[in-house]
Nanobody, 119 residues
């Protein structure tokens, strides 16, 4: 499975961004996907998760009400719509996919996309 994020950039406080994560390869093995973020000097933080089959979106308290995770199964793409952005949302955002195959469970990661919120 290969994951490619896009949509990051520089935005002002209060602005919006939509991040995308395109999956390719053995996408049939993916059970769930997630967005993580990591700011300089901080641990990687789980932002939102979604299952591939049933949706079941879930969001971290830090973004609840401001972010929405979604997926388009036909396009093998996951999204993160972020509104009312704050400076503390600045981080590298990573796409994650949890897959299960005959080889067992595997985590896949994208290369990350930078989000910078300027005040």
């Amino acid at each position: 499975v290969q994951l490619v994020e896009s949509g990051g950039g520089l935005v002002q406080v209060g602005g919006s961004l939509r991040l995308s994560c395109a999956a390719s390869g053995s996408t049939f093995s993916i059970n769930a996907m997630a967005w993580y973020r990591q700011a300089p000097g901080k641990q990687r933080e789980l932002v939102a998760t979604i299952t591939i089959s049933g949706g079941m979106p879930d969001h971290a308290d830090s973004v609840k009400g401001r972010a929405t995770i979604s997926r388009d199964r036909a396009k093998n793409t996951m999204y993160l719509q972020m509104n009312s952005l704050k400076p503390e949302d600045s981080a590298v955002y990573y796409c994650n996919a949890w897959a299960y195959s005959d080889a067992g469970p595997t985590d896949y990661w994208g290369q990350g996309t930078q989000v910078t919120v300027s005040s």
